[in-house]
């Protein structure tokens, strides 16, 4: 079973300081990505990453930027955490493009991140 | 631009009763669309995969339908449990590798 693993299931951070979110999938997939997720609202992509050192901006990465240093870990970066940043996020993987467009999405538990 | 609902927003059904959760979309030119299963506080589960060139697909008591002219895609649960109380959501992958999420339909099944 493949498996993304999110190193924290909450935080609470403060406004402006810089927050880390990590990420790590087992199954060898080239996509990454991140989401956040919030009532009324659903699930947006804010970034995605088709191979190590690539990433592609979402629908909303304002405020974000993010890092793919190794094939297996994405990381989402707050570079000056605000309010409206308070949110569930939701890392997930799927398999290289060619095969992924019949490729699921497997997602983490989510870290839900308080900035107050 | 591509546009994901789910009605209803939620539904609650008796245990025994057989679920019928909607999902319609505004552009027929997808890739496959996938059912996601979602627990209270958690990640995202994913249920199933239709590819575009697929009608339906069936695993243990769930079955999904999809109809790409009509841009919709039914997900069946037979015989709900109370285990089957969750949100569900339906997601569309298109051009450029990106899945359009609909906003979900919160399931309570009732002893």
């Known amino acids: 079973d493949v498996k993304v693993t999110q190193s924290s299931r909450y935080l609470v951070k403060r406004t402006g300081e810089k927050v880390f979110l990590e990420c790590v999938q087992d199954m060898d997939h080239e996509n990454m990505f991140w989401y956040r997720q919030d009532p009324g609202l659903g699930l947006r992509l804010i970034y995605f990453?088709?191979?190590?050192?690539?990433?592609e901006k979402g629908d909303i990465p304002e405020g974000y930027s993010v890092s793919r240093e190794k094939k297996e870990r994405f990381s989402l970066i707050l570079e000056s955490a605000s309010t409206n940043q308070t949110s569930m996020y939701l890392c997930?993987?799927?398999?290289?493009?060619?095969?992924?467009?019949?490729?699921?999405?497997?997602f983490g538990n989510g870290t839900r991140l308080t900035v107050t | 631009k591509q546009e994901v609902t789910q009605i209803p927003a939620a539904l609650s059904v008796p245990e025994g009763e057989n679920l019928v959760l909607n999902c319609s979309f505004t552009?027929?030119?997808?890739?496959?669309l996938q059912w996601f299963r979602q627990d209270p506080g958690k990640g995202l589960t994913s249920l199933l995969l239709i590819q575009s060139s697929q009608r339906e697909q069936t695993s243990g008591r769930l079955n999904a339908s999809l109809d790409k002219s009509s841009g919709r895609s039914t997900l069946y649960i037979a015989a709900s449990q109370p285990g089957d109380s969750a949100t569900y959501l339906c997601a569309v992958k298109a051009a450029g590798n990106k899945l359009t999420f609909g906003g979900g339909t919160r399931v309570l099944v009732k002893p």
């Open positions: 552009d027929s030119a997808i890739y496959n």
């Open positions: 997930a993987s799927s398999l290289q493009q060619g095969a992924a467009y019949n490729s699921p999405l497997h």
């Open positions: 990453s088709y191979d190590v050192k690539m990433k």
